[in-house]
């Protein structure tokens, strides 16, 4: 069975960092395009960025280009987003998905990312 | 950005009785491959998305085939042909053809 599980979500600061992690497991993650799409309280979704299996090519979106960083493991079978400079607007569930901008699935159960004084 | 323009925003259907949501994308979704990347999701509450249809109209592995994806040009439709209890929830469409990816606003399905 295909699984991801993201890890990592907590409460921060504006300007502060955090780190997410999603695991893979059930299909040969080295193989994939990985994304990562997030839905604030309450709203849509939206995405945020994608890596491609060797990680040599990645897009994100204008909204946390230069804060965000997505980076993958395939040895460890993990897809990781670095976040920097966080703001009240990046508060919302962070989910992992496997697949790039064509088409995604599946997609994990989430983490929850509050930025907050 | 593509805008996809969904409707109805909110839809309460009676049981078995079936339901009809439009996507309507500013622009082409042909991609160069010639195919056309509109995916529908479905969120049930308090879960993550999960994909139903792909390419239009390619249903997922175990979805049931009350779900219908069609359409072409800027106007797609995700059809529910008899509503189950089951099928409560928020329904998006996405395309993939133009960065970024975007999704529509999403349709809450009810129970009427």
């Known amino acids: 069975e295909v699984q991801l599980v993201e890890s990592g979500g907590a409460l921060v600061q504006p300007g502060g960092s955090l780190r997410l992690s999603c695991a893979g497991s059930?299909?040969?993650?080295?193989?994939?395009?990985m994304s990562w799409v997030r839905q604030a309280p309450g709203r849509g979704l939206e995405w945020v960025a994608t890596i491609k299996p060797d990680g040599s090519e990645i897009s994100s979106v204008a909204s946390v280009e230069g804060r965000f960083t997505v980076s993958r493991d395939n040895t460890k079978k993990a897809l990781y987003l670095q976040m920097n400079s966080l703001r009240a607007e990046d508060t919302g569930i962070y989910y992992c998905?496997?697949?790039?901008?064509?088409?995604?699935?599946?997609w994990g159960q989430g983490t929850l990312v509050t930025v907050s004084s | 950005d593509v805008v996809l323009t969904q409707s109805p925003l909110s839809l309460s259907v009676t049981l078995g009785q079936p339901a009809s949501i439009s996507c309507r994308p500013s622009?082409?979704?042909?991609?160069?491959?010639?195919?056309?990347?509109l995916n529908w999701f479905q969120q049930r509450p308090g879960q993550s998305p999960r994909r139903l249809i792909y390419e239009v109209s390619k249903r997922d592995s175990g979805v049931p085939d009350r779900f219908i994806g069609g359409g072409s040009g800027t106007n797609y439709t995700l059809k529910i042909s008899g509503l189950e209890a089951e099928d409560v929830g928020v329904y998006y469409c996405m395309q993939g053809v133009h960065w970024p990816p975007t999704f529509g606003q999403g349709t809450r399905v009810d129970i009427k």
């Open positions: 059930g299909f040969s993650f080295s193989s994939y395009w």
């Open positions: 622009q082409s979704l042909v991609y160069r491959d010639g195919n056309i990347y």
């Open positions: 998905a496997r697949g790039g901008a064509l088409s995604t699935s599946p």
